[in-house]
Nanobody
């Protein structure tokens, strides 16, 4: 059973940095995708970034391209998204999601069967 636990949500000032981490365990197969989605009240979850651990390939929404980067710990069970130059529009509830396939072409929430409970990000200007 895949289990995803997020951490790192915080209240930050615009222009600052944020590191969101997702502890991911229980994958049966070597190829899987870990992603972050953002949701604000009244709107659907929006894909932010993805990482395929088996290949190292990363994908970013244009809104965070150049400001975001993935990393993972030595045990290869925690995947973190570093977000720099944070903007007010980055605020929201961030969810870690995963799928039992590579990330290529995956961006819709319905394509990810596994979800964490979320971690809140607030940005003050």
């Amino acid at each position: 059973q895949v289990l995803l636990v997020e951490s790192g949500g915080a209240s930050v000032q615009a222009g600052g940095s944020l590191r969101l981490s997702c502890a991911a365990t229980g994958f049966k197969y070597r190829s899987y995708c870990v992603a972050w989605f953002r949701q604000v009240p009244g709107k659907e979850r929006e894909w932010v970034a993805s990482f395929t651990p088996s290949s190292g390939l990363t994908y970013y929404h244009e809104s965070v391209q150049g400001r975001a980067s993935w990393s993972r710990d030595n045990a290869k069970t925690t995947y973190s998204l570093q977000l720099n130059k944070v903007k007010p529009e980055d605020a929201g509830m961030f969810y870690c999601a995963a799928a039992d396939t590579t990330c290529a072409g995956l961006w819709s929430p319905v394509e990810f069967p596994y979800w964490g409970r979320g971690t809140q990000v607030a940005v003050s200007s």
